[in-house]
């Protein structure tokens, strides 16, 4: 339903004639959906206003980053936060910084190598917010989730400005808990449902030493690049097992031993995909790659904070590869395919390659939590792909799924996804049921419960959160305007 | 044909953003990460390139009415390929063809822009993009002996474009080329008043059919002046002798450079000397049609392969930007003496459009200025007096923002300072 | 007030108090709230009788204060806020259910303290990143549900570690178990196939955890917790250095957490130190004291499984490039106190009476979070106002604890005082408000609040307590888990 003139002019007075618009023209690119009108804020201000004319005349509104993915009710009022891409403050001394929700993380990174500092990525990609919530590739030492949040500045869906922790009580953005219980339990991004509703405008995240190069020294065109040396003290190897058990062995190893910067769990499936230019030179690539090697296994970066410390390190890698009878992917070695590998696994630039590119599509089951555990379900879930991989349904993986360590090992990510092509009705409905059927059997099977499950069944199982959940949404949202929360993507 | 052919292309676009920004892993910083002048302006997704592909599978499967707002959305995009760069780092898919196509389709639906009608009027009445142009095209060329290619053989033909034979502050682009391929004892002409407009601008605002003839006419007289090289200063002109006519089967054997490229493969072969000093701090701006969208076509027919993959039979090589022409001008500043290059962040595949393509300058210059505007403080921020460049719209475009925003940057075509060096 | 044969009914005659002598311990403590008498202690033994107390202190509106460390309490939390409380005492419940080397996880009862579960974790290899030196009452779950800082920032990831998970018993009755303990099953089904409960976040996409720490039992009771546990080195070596200049140290201290090289490390002023380390006092603290520079870093290097000597003798060589750049020195002793004694110290709780104790019988601990560059203008505040109260700052001891990795600091001032001298107590307790108030005007966090000042920190954040209260009217709608602390 469109909005009338009068609230349309309501709108129009807070973000100005060019910051809104509600014509048909614009919304094939809004996930094809009739939002009664896309608004551009720009600063905390304007989304404050914009949210009380929501609250005003009862209108539902969402709000997104640069809103890669997204499911959304006709309708609504669409604020897109593009205008909104400040970085704040970046503090080299307490290791945090303050970004609006579209500064991406590779205009942020960027800034932080020239200061020797780095951040958690997601592993959706590098052109995903910075401000995101999430977990990705250089998690073994960039931590991961919601452990990445300092403090927070939230509009609630009634409209108040709400500052977390330090930053509501004095002013300050490194720490964004208190005083008292942390208002941060709730204070979360992801995708829908279940999101904190209204919008964050501002955010603190955690930073972290890079011992890397202020720029990598990237030279070629594009789609070529490459390093044309690799960066002192660093060194990027794909490491395969004979089986689950020892890749688990030596991933553990190296986490208790502290001596990875990255730790990526990729198939070789992901590898071929990460250092390929096309479609055809990745299969080409998989299928080469697959000959040399001889189980499941992971890509790891090392990166010394001086040469005694990179030898130290290079020498325990060594050592528990070799504990573990891991064997060195040959063409990890090749200083060309290193560099790609270490500049794209660090700079998050190459997730489009191993997700999209293939058939235009792909679903996934991600889980954050306990490692070896979600590995024991991945390696069923892997079974149950081949039979979508022989009908053609999926792009032949070898069934594999990945993941990573967070936190030294502490913690742990497993995803396992199908690539297909989103326009193949079949195939999309056996990926679909496979997804469907995974996740029923992580649930039944006790390994985790994917909280996109159906709330009614996966609710009560844990502890009926999403009880809470819900009455915590109405509490804050009374007159119902922040239903689904934020995508923050 | 038209926009059907790119349906499948347009469906992979998966909304990731990447084509507002330059490719991820050239972000140097906050600045200067925003590849697409469309969106950094208007904000609004429909803007960016993806947006743009959204649009285009919208209109195919549902049909869409053409509002002011789309045709806003259209017309506000200087077709600079940016996106296309970005996006097929990682993807395989058409971004700029869809883009191009939905241009067309428009103009072949009657809903033009009234600013870019009045250019294809000029056009078709004289030839040439340049509205209100006074005299005849070939006056630039009183006094300087050059060869008459309409009346003379000649090995190479000078193609001078549209903005430098008639635009007054850019004629000395045009005398300074000549100046060069004279001092290197090149059997060069021109045509002259009989020159005609590429087209290539013309293809970019839509207009196919007028651009299909003047294609055919520049053709017919390249033929007839036994040329075997075309040589043009115009970025615009270039793309559209070496890629558009190719595609459209038109070029033949004909042998298309732009005069950096010329220039280079002289200095190589020792037929030009730079001697003269040239004291100054530059950094270089690759024009769109010259860098990225100035690679070679690729002619190729194919068939999507059914399955799980967007690939086809025989698999598609994608332009992506890889093989334009970026070396070849920065050599030739290196071989100045005294001239000190220093790079700007947006450069070669993934340089920022100067703002006057696809039509813009004429559509909407607010539009075409602000983006050059960006482009000028990008070019200050690398400590340089001079932004040089490789194409008369690029110039004209820049000169006009200066002009507006008090800076002393000085602007300069490559020619200029190869001028000044020999 | 609820009927005794309630509670006994619950947990047992045994378990139920009301004799004068019982109430008493828990009318008052340390801190300066005012002394208020519950009407019953109850000690449960598990988590149906905890329910149980809950649900029927719903149905009579009766206040419960749930507390798990032995006295003396410091903080003010544990003394009910209001008449007609029951104590709800989990000192008893004193399970090490678990401790996991391959996972690096523990899971315990309330009641454990550290002096208990340290032995239990290093049997199977494993150590806890401690608070500095826990009395010896104090528990571990105590000490993470306050957020206690630790002494080994580089496993502090996250201002919650090393709490992984907790089961709850919220106000409302209901039961809850945080992070991957909520499921799907009961941890002992999550047991069956491998799982454990160490994942802090969830479920759900909101981290409940973050919400039951930092509360005073005002949402709830902690039935058991899980926390992360690190690895016991096999080889340590820990070095002191001393400055008189204090941003010195926090620059080096700032370098050895980016660089993740150092695991123990925390700065101590002289008073503090020479009050840890003296067996006879005064003489002893005095000359302790007297050799000390202003300012003492301690850390400590450490190598676990692989080439352990080599990685510290690396870590010492980028050190050395640190210390001379700043033109300190790292030394193994400083003045007649070694590292290696600081270090011994340190991973175990305080050894008895309580260190804080010694000096003079009681100590008012005021600490509060903050950022490098506010840092030495805080303490150089605080310096003012204890001598402005007559308090000289030269008895004041001061801790300094960088916090999640180094993303702020965690500083302490102990004012050590006689609890029996009237006149001392009083200018301890005003000394303690005015400082509160002045430190918060120059930018200082208070992110736990106890006792009489909480309402001032907390009246600074409105926004915040306004969604606090929407939680807690969730959680504990009819206001029984401990009222009349924090903001409730």
Redesign the interface.
């Known amino acids: 339903m469109a909005l009338s003139k009068e609230v349309y002019k309501e709108f129009e007075c807070v973000v100005g004639e060019e910051n809104i618009c509600d014509d048909p023209a614009i919304m094939p690119a809004y996930y094809n959906n009739k939002f009664a009108a896309v608004i551009l804020p720009g600063n905390t201000a304007e989304v404050q206003a914009v949210v009380k004319l929501c609250n005003k005349h009862k209108l539902v509104f969402r709000p997104i980053c640069t809103g890669w993915s997204g499911m959304f009710p006709p309708d609504i009022i669409l604020l897109d936060l593009r205008r909104m891409n400040h970085i704040i403050e970046i ?1 080299e ?4 910084a303050v970004v609006e929700p579209y500064v991406i993380s590779s205009q942020l990174q960027a800034e932080l190598f020239k200061r020797g500092l780095n951040f958690c990525i997601k592993g959706a990609g590098t052109n995903c917010t910075a401000m995101l919530r999430g977990h990705g590739h250089m998690d073994q030492t960039t ?1 991961g ?3 990445n949040h ?1 403090a927070i500045e939230w509009i ?1 869906p009634e409209g ?7 930053l ?5 953005w ?13 204070l ?1 991004s ?1 995708v829908p449902p ?3 509703p209204g919008v964050f405008t501002k955010a603190a995240v ?1 930073l ?2 890079w011992p890397g190069p202020s720029a990598y020294p990237i030279e070629g065109v594009s789609p070529n690049y490459a390093l044309s040396e690799i960066p002192p003290n660093m060194m990027a190897r794909y490491y395969s097992f004979p089986s689950v058990e020892k890749m688990w062995q030596a991933e ?2 190296i986490g ?4 990875s910067f990255e730790l990526m769990g990729f198939n070789i499936s992901m590898v071929a995909a990460n250092i390929t230019t096309s479609n055809e030179e990745e299969e080409e690539t998989f299928n080469r790659l697959s000959k040399e090697v001889i189980g499941p296994g992971f890509f790891v970066i090392i990166a010394g ?2 040469a ?2 990179f ?2 390190k290079k ?2 890698l060594e ?2 590869v070799s504990e573990a009878d891991g064997k060195s992917l040959k063409a990890a070695e090749d200083p060309r395919i290193e560099g790609i590998l270490m500049c794209q696994c660090t700079r998050i630039s190459a997730s489009i390659r191993e997700t999209f590119r293939n058939g235009g599509a792909f679903n996934s089951i991600p889980i ?3 490692r ?2 979600t590995i ?1 379900w991945a390696i069923g879930a892997g079974k149950a792909k081949e039979p979508l991989i022989e009908k053609g349904y999926i792009v032949d993986d070898g069934g594999a799924f990945f993941g990573w360590g967070v ?1 030294q090992g ?2 742990g990510k497993t995803e396992i996804f199908c690539k297909f092509d989103p326009q193949n009705a079949e195939a999309k409905a056996a990926v679909e049921a496979w997804q469907k059927q995974e996740n029923l059997r992580a ?7 994917s ?1 996109m499950g159906p709330q009614d069944e996966i609710g009560p ?6 009880q ?2 819900s ?2 949404v109405k ?2 949202d009374p007159n119902g305007v922040s239903p689904e929360g934020g995508a923050l993507v | 044909m038209g926009l059907e052919q790119y349906k499948g292309d347009m469906e992979m676009c998966c909304r990731c953003s990447a084509c507002k920004f330059i490719p991820m892993q050239r972000v140097k910083g906050n600045q200067y990460a925003y590849a697409c002048p469309s969106i950094s302006r208007y904000n609004f997704h429909a803007y960016s390139g993806g947006g743009r592909l959204n649009i285009g599978a919208a209109m195919l499967k549902d049909g869409m009415k053409y509002t002011d707002k789309l045709l806003d959305i259209v017309y506000n995009c200087q077709l600079c390929g940016a996106c296309g760069v970005s996006c097929n780092y990682a993807m395989d898919m058409e971004v700029l063809e869809p883009i191009s196509e939905f241009r067309i389709k428009c103009v072949e639906d009657g809903k033009t822009n009234p600013a870019l009608d009045k250019v294809i009027a000029n056009l078709r009445k004289q030839g040439s993009m340049v509205i209100g142009a006074r005299g005849k095209r070939g006056a630039w060329a009183a006094g300087l002996n050059i060869k008459d290619a309409t009346k003379e053989k000649v090995d190479v033909l000078y193609h001078v474009g549209c903005l430098t034979s008639y635009d007054k502050n850019m004629q000395k682009m045009a005398k300074a080329t000549v100046k060069i391929l004279q001092k290197a004892g090149i059997n060069f002409g021109i045509a002259g008043d009989a020159e005609t407009c590429c087209g290539g601008r013309a293809y970019q605002m839509g207009y196919t059919k007028d651009f299909l003839n003047q294609a055919k006419k520049n053709m017919a007289m390249i033929k007839k002046s036994g040329a075997k090289t075309v040589v043009t200063s115009c970025a615009d002109g270039y793309q559209a002798f070496k890629v558009l006519y190719d595609r459209f089967n038109l070029k033949g054997d004909l042998k298309v450079l732009h005069i950096s490229e010329y220039i280079d493969k002289l200095i190589r072969d020792g037929k030009l000397k730079p001697r003269k000093k040239v004291d100054m701090a530059v950094t270089y701006h690759d024009p769109c049609r010259l860098g990225r969208l100035g690679e070679p076509w690729v002619h190729w027919e194919g068939k999507k392969i059914p399955g799980d993959r967007f690939v086809f039979d025989p698999p598609k090589p994608y332009r992506r930007g890889t093989n334009g022409v970026y070396e070849p001008p920065r050599d030739v500043l290196k071989s100045i003496p005294g001239v000190k290059l220093t790079e700007m962040t947006r450069i070669k595949e993934y340089s920022w459009c100067c703002g006057a393509g696809g039509g813009v300058n004429d559509s909407n210059p607010e539009f075409a200025k602000w983006t050059a505007q960006d482009r000028i403080e990008e070019a200050i921020s690398t400590g340089a007096e001079a932004l040089v460049t490789a194409c008369p719209w690029c110039e004209k475009n820049f000169t006009e923002a200066i002009k507006d925003s008090g800076s002393n940057l000085k602007v300069y075509d490559i020619v200029e300072l190869v001028e000044k060096a020999i | 007030m609820v009927a005794k044969e309630k509670l006994v009914k619950i947990v047992g005659a045994a378990n139920v108090s009301d004799k004068q002598a019982a109430l008493d311990e828990y009318s008052s403590d340390i801190s300066f709230v005012n002394p208020v008498r519950p009407a019953y202690v109850v000690k449960p033994k598990n988590t149906d009788a905890i329910q149980k107390l809950v649900k029927l202190a719903n149905k009579t509106q009766t206040p419960l204060v749930p507390v798990s460390s032995g006295p003396p309490h410091f903080r003010g939390d544990t003394v009910p806020g209001t008449g007609g409380a029951v104590i709800v005492d989990l000192g008893g419940m004193k399970k090490i259910i678990f401790v996991d080397r ?3 996880v523990a899971m315990i009862e309330p009641g454990v303290t550290f002096g208990e579960l340290i032995p239990a974790a290093e049997k199977e290899g494993i150590r806890l990143n401690m608070p500095l030196l826990p009395r010896k009452s104090k528990t571990v779950i105590g000490s993470m549900l306050e ?1 206690e800082p630790v002494i080994m920032p580089k496993y502090q ?4 570690d090393p709490l992984a998970c907790v089961e709850v018993i919220f106000g409302s009755g ?4 945080t992070g ?1 303990a ?4 009961t941890v002992k ?2 047991w ?5 409960q ?2 802090p ?16 039992g ?2 709830g009771i902690v039935t058991w917790a899980s926390m ?1 546990c690190e ?1 016991l080195p096999s080889l340590e070596e820990p070095f002191v250095v001393g400055s008189s200049n204090l941003e010195t140290l926090l620059e080096m201290t ?1 370098w050895l957490i ?4 150092v695991n123990e490390c925390f700065i101590l002023n002289n008073t503090n130190l020479a009050a840890i380390f003296a067996k006879k006092w005064p003489k002893d603290y005095q000359t302790i004291k007297d050799v000390l520079p202003t300012w003492i870093l301690f850390y400590n290097l450490a190598g ?4 352990p000597e ?2 510290i ?3 010492i ?2 050190i050395n ?1 640190i210390t001379q750049r700043l033109g300190v020195e790292a030394v193994k002793a400083v003045g007649e106190v070694s590292a290696n004694e600081i270090l011994k110290a340190v991973q175990q709780p305080s050894a008895e009476p309580y260190w804080k104790l010694r000096y003079k019988g009681a100590c008012e601990d005021l600490y509060l ?6 840092l030495e203008g805080l303490i150089g505040e605080m310096n003012d106002l204890a001598d402005k109260a007559g308090y000289s700052s030269s008895d004041m001891g001061i801790y300094i604890q960088p916090i ?5 600091y965690h500083c302490e001032f102990n004012l050590f005082y006689d609890p029996g001298n009237s006149s001392e107590r009083n200018r301890i307790k005003e000394l303690s408000a005015s400082a509160i108030k002045s430190l ?1 005007a120059k ?7 106890y006792g009489e000042s ?1 309402g001032m ?2 009246n ?2 409105a ?2 307590v ?3 209260n ?2 807690k ?3 504990d709608p009819n206001h029984v888990m401990n009222p009349g602390k ?2 409730f």
């Open positions: 503090n001394k307490n290791m945090y931590s989730d919601d452990r300092l609630t108040d400005i709400v500052r977390s922790g330090a509501g009580s004095s002013d300050e490194f720490c964004g808990d208190g005083p008292g219980p942390s208002i941060r339990s709730i979360t992801a279940g999101v904190t955690k972290y030493h553990l190893a208790e031993s502290e001596i904070n001086s005694a410390d030898a130290y020498k325990v050592k528990i954050m939590g306990q070896d555990l024991k936190e502490h913690l649930f039944k099977e006790r390994y985790f419960a909280t199982a844990l502890c009926n959160y999403n809470w959940w009455k915590l509490a804050l | 391959a996972r690096r957020r990831w996250d201002i919650s209901d039961e809850f178990r991957q909520a499921g799907p099953g089904e999550q069956d196939v491998g799982g454990i160490k994942a976040y969830g479920p759900g996409i909101a981290s409940w955890h973050r919400l039951i720490q930092g509360s005073q005002t949402m992360r690895i700032s980016r660089l993740r090289m676990y499984e692989y080439l080599e990685r003798s690396s870590y060589t980028d490039e979070l903050t950022i490098h560059d506010k999640v990795q180094g993303t702020g918060m930018g200082a966090f208070f992110s736990r609040p909480a920190i907390l600074r954040d926004a915040t306004g969604v606090l929407k939680l009217n969730m959680f924090v903001c």
